[in-house]
């Protein structure tokens, strides 16, 4: 898989950064290994040691999970560029908080490619201090863009907040994040890994709101069984396009067979190809039947948007749909 179309030297200055926060934030703290959380970021406030963000990146134990990231993705050769770069840096507990099993799927060598696809997301070409970002798209080094937005309250990036802003080093600025940033493309690459559909979902960081909702409705045993089954799997992005408080309610343990009907729409039984579809109504597990419509600008099914389709399972077929699917009466 290739990075991005950006010169070889953009990514460098973009890698440069990944490694540049990871290393050397870490020196402030290495005589505070008991350190918490507040107190690792306010010694990162105050490098122990100036040059570039490489030279500055010595060994704040906050990012070695991000450093382990980098070496595993052979980007550490890379990181001496010139620069200068921004880098959104996520913390050990960011990394922690994805979906149980992701950070060892990314860091597995076959997948060294999707690694470095997720870690450049996180790096931006120039030197872009917290007083100069503005709400808007802003084009990682990746290639595709983050959101960021600016509040009286504080900076996000995408979902992430800036819980520290504009530790400087002489090629460039490093803001710390709560959040490992996820490239809005990431089916594009798909995991080397095989498995149930339940297995296949939680490997990948994009479904983690639906693996969330698959274990709050009891139904990981089911879809794990032998099936077949053709799941139409909502990504994060589809769930938080829903009103405000819906997937909250659903969540909730006493609405726990709404949230395992919502679900159920999503499945059909059988193993459905995209190119066994056909134009018309598909009946669900849930009972009510789906419209699923194919022409030649792609598949919808309902009002949702087939985005990537056929991601196998040994139990069934995976496709990935860009709304939730919420059954009529709802």
């Known amino acids: ?95 922690a908080a ?13 997948n060294r490619d999707l690694l470095r696809k997720v870690l450049t997301y996180h790096v931006v070409s120039g030197d872009v201090m917290s007083k100069d970002l503005r709400s808007g798209k802003v084009t990682t080094v990746a290639g595709s863009a983050v959101s960021v937005n600016v509040q009286n309250r504080g900076i996000m990036i995408n979902n992430a907040n800036v ?8 090629n460039g600025v490093v803001h710390v994040i709560d959040r490992v940033l996820l490239p809005p493309d990431l089916m594009a690459t798909k995991p080397t890994q095989s498995g149930t559909i339940v297995d296949i979902a939680v490997s990948n960081p994009n479904f983690s709101t639906l693996v969330t909702a698959v274990k709050a409705a009891g139904l990981v045993d ?45 499945v059909v039984s059988g193993d459905v190809m995209s190119k066994d579809l056909r134009s018309g109504r598909v009946a669900t597990v849930a009972g009510s039947p789906v419209a699923v419509k194919v022409n030649k600008h792609g598949i ?9 389709a056929d991601i196998d399972a040994t139990n069934g077929v995976i496709h990935v749909i860009d709304r939730v699917l919420l059954p009529p009466g709802l």
């Open 163 to 170: 819980v520290k802003a504009d530790i400087g080093a002489n």
């Open 1 to 95: 898989m290739k990075l991005t179309s950006l010169s070889k030297t953009a990514r460098t200055i973009g890698l440069a950064a990944m490694l540049s926060m990871t290393v050397g934030l870490a020196a402030q703290a290495k005589d505070c290994p008991n350190a918490s959380k507040a107190e690792t970021l306010a010694l990162a406030a105050k490098p122990a040691q100036s040059g570039t963000v490489v030279d500055v990146a010595a060994g704040n134990p906050a990012f070695s999970t991000l450093v382990t990231a980098v070496k595993a993705a052979g980007l550490a050769e890379t990181l001496s560029s010139k620069g200068p770069f921004t880098v959104f840096a996520p913390t050990n507990e960011a990394f």
């Open 98 to 110: 994805l979906p149980k099993g992701t950070l060892e799927t990314l860091l597995k060598p076959e």
């Open 222 to 266: 089911t879809l794990s069984s032998k099936g077949p089954f053709t799941l139409f799997a909502p990504t994060n992005k589809a769930f938080a396009a829903l009103p405000k408080g819906t997937l909250e309610k659903l969540l909730k343990p006493e609405n726990r067979d709404l949230l395992r009907k919502v679900l159920t729409y999503h």
């Open 300 to 308: 919808t099914v309902n009002n949702s948007r087939v985005v990537k």
